[in-house]
């Protein structure tokens, strides 16, 4: 396993009328991230707030390159970038317990917070494909070049692991400070991680090691 | 955090304990049974909320240090408000140890505020004093705010410095309106109302009239001899003799004060000091005896001389005499004053108030219910005390926020 400190490379926000990060996506140019009761873009270059979409994001947000995904309440939602509209919801694997979200190759990968699981599930019914358990709470998800990354934060400690998807097991960790927590997870599919915190409201870019 | 969690605090947040609720109602995790804590405590089953909490923290894994902190942090200071104050002060030090150690400054200072709050109702003023002056207000948000200025009035008024009371109240008057939460506004107006209020009566040559804290504390500027019906002291310039440890002697020092430059005839001091009807002669000589004792321990202050029918009071230095007395006073004054706060209090926080033992403030208690005085509910340990006429029990609560902040 390979461990090292997380270079943190740059920090966005705070950003006005933001109080917590909850879920973090990327739509390929701009970052967004789940603010309680609205999404949020922002533009990494520099570090512009650019636009929100008023929706319920409580946890974890997704981009399948046409719809975002966002956890809200116990259901997933389903929600067209352009209008906002909510266009369909499943219910969330964790009933609610659910904290991180990704989309990969036609499924979402669902973290479930403290029962320290992860799952692969089917974006239109939101049956369970698959689990993968982890040894920490699981917060953001994110799959890059076919590695699958997680966040962690269990009491004081927070840190961003890459682990095996057939069998869970820890192949990589990336330890942030101490007292710096993780809720929401997202590469922008080169060799970034961005990363949303609780403590304070920003949103981290991480480097992810080659 | 989890979706539904996050989903609740913010439903909390919002002033919506309900749709909290409704939320992790069925679920029996740590975060959820402390966020179900909370909204039971705002909706006032303080014993539920108790349980929740208590469940709560022992759920939360030992690495969640932060987390079980502030679960004890509201735990205490649903105690505080239902007046349990034997609830262990050393559990909440501990919690506040652990959140400042851990950067969540804004638990760290309420846990701060409960402390002092709690010190305060015991009547421990100088170690209120002592924690609120490790505590910096300004980087509070408007509530916390409030509660600290509130506390820092609540001491100056014990010490009677009105005009740092009537500062902090205006700076807790400000804050609670910008914090927006009425129990807060409310009861920063009750507190102000206390330098309204009459708070002790003056008594000089034969008349009385009731004196506000303002006056209270002028007088102590006063070059008048006065005897002190709050302190049990006798004191000229800055010059004091303490009698509290000698209600005969105070007693008679009060009845000499109340008659000046009159005399008392030896048949009401007998009855003053000693309870007696009459004055016989083994009272009499009692009272010479007595009389010498006081004689001695006011000889720098004033001189007591026989007249035909009693005794008069000579003050040496001082050209009035002056009796400072409480508001209203009948037995079991002390306990009424403690409930006057209009909180519900049980009798084991009355006595730990008050000093003295559970039993003798149930005594009190008893003939004070009859009389309409002080009414209760609840029964058994669960039993609290108050003054009626009080329209709910409304202290407010500014419980730790479920979510990590910033």
Known sequence: MKHSPAEILREYGPFPGVERIHGVSFDGENVWFASGDRLNAFDPQSGQALRSIDVAAHAGTAFDGRHFFQLANDRIQKIDPDTGAVLATIPAPGGGRDSGLTWAEGTLWVGQYRERKIHQIDPETGKILRTVESSRFVTGVTWVDGELWHGTWEGDESDLRRVDPKTGKLLERLDLPAGMTVSGLESDGGDRLYCGSTSTPVVRAVRRPK | ?406
């Open chain 2, 1 to 406: 955090m989890d979706s539904l969690i996050t989903a609740a605090a913010l439903a909390l947040a919002a002033g919506d304990p309900l749709g909290a609720l409704d939320r992790v109602a069925l679920r029996e995790d740590a975060p959820a049974l402390a966020l179900r804590g909370i909204a039971m405590a705002q909706l006032g089953d303080f014993d539920r909320a108790k349980l929740l909490l208590r469940r709560a923290a022992r759920a939360f894994s030992p690495k969640e240090a932060v987390a079980r902190a502030r679960c004890v942090v509201a735990e205490a200071e649903i105690a505080l408000v239902s007046r349990d104050l034997g609830w262990p002060a050393k559990a909440l030090d501990a919690a506040r140890t652990t959140l400042e150690k851990h950067g969540d400054r804004l638990n760290a200072a309420h846990a701060g505020h409960l402390k002092v709050r709690r010190l305060l109702l015991i009547g421990r003023l100088d170690e209120a004093e002592h924690v609120l002056a490790g505590l910096d207000p300004t980087p509070l948000p408007p509530a916390a705010r409030a509660a600290h200025e509130l506390a820092v009035a609540g001491i100056a008024m014990r010490r009677l410095r009105t005009r740092p009371a009537r500062a902090a109240l205006e700076w807790a008057r400000n804050a609670a309106r910008q914090a927006g939460i009425p129990g807060l506004m409310a009861e920063v107006a009750t507190a102000s109302l206390a330098l309204e209020t009459p708070a002790a009566r003056l008594i000089t040559q034969g008349t009385e009239r009731p004196l506000l804290l303002e006056e209270v504390e002028a007088l102590q500027a006063s070059p008048a001899l006065v005897v002190d019906a709050f302190r049990y002291t006798v004191r000229a310039g800055d010059r004091t003799v303490s009698l509290a440890s000698r209600p005969v002697l105070f007693a008679l020092a009060r009845a000499l004060a109340e008659a000046w430059p009159g005399d008392v005839s030896r048949e009401d001091l007998v009855a003053r000091a000693f309870g007696g009807k009459h004055a016989d002669e083994s009272h009499r000589a009692r009272l010479r005896v007595e009389i010498g004792r006081l004689r001695a321990e006011l000889a720098a202050l004033a001189d007591i001389s026989a007249t035909k029918r009693g005794f008069t009071l000579a003050p040496r230095q001082a050209r009035a005499v002056m009796v400072l007395a409480r508001p209203i006073e009948e037995r079991h004054a002390a306990v009424l004053a403690l409930l006057a706060d209009g909180e519900s209090w049980s009798s084991s926080a009355l006595a730990l108030a008050l000093g003295t033992g559970q039993r003798s403030v149930q005594r009190a208690l008893e003939p004070l219910a009859e009389a309409g005085k002080v009414q209760s509910f609840g029964h058994g340990r669960a039993r609290r005390w108050m003054t009626p006429p009080v329209a709910g029990f409304t202290t407010t609560l500014l419980l730790p926020a479920p979510l990590p902040s910033s």
